[in-house]
């Protein structure tokens, strides 16, 4: 089993679940609802545009919307057959000489 007992970090100073410890909001991590607020606080909706989906579907999103964006930030799964499938993906839909961007 993946996510086991045996598996979790056990220290004095964090949790053991992770999960517990998240706030959501209808299933939603609340920070989202924040860096939304963020986006329209500071007028910048007509340039950012988050998409709380998998980074599958998002790719599917702006391939079937024939979008190109300058630059792409992917906060997803570090797994190494992921971060190359999200490369590949990403990549052909930048514009050209659009920059590609996440999180390590």
Not at 13 to 38: E, I, V, W
Not at 43 to 59: F, I, K
Request: overall charge neutral; aromatic content about 12%.
């Amino acid at each position: 089993q993946m996510w086991s007992s045996k598996r979790r970090r056990h220290c004095s100073d964090c949790p053991l679940n992770y999960f517990d410890t998240l706030m959501t909001r209808g299933g939603t991590p609340t920070l989202y609802y924040q860096f939304a607020y963020n986006i329209l606080h500071h007028g910048v909706q007509h340039r950012v545009v988050p998409l709380p989906l998998s980074t599958n579907e998002a790719a599917r999103v702006l391939y079937y919307n024939n979008r190109h964006p300058d630059l792409i930030y992917i906060d997803a799964s570090h797994h190494p057959l992921d971060v190359t499938q999200d490369l590949e993906h990403f990549w052909s839909l930048l514009a050209c000489g659009g920059g590609l961007f996440g999180d390590g």
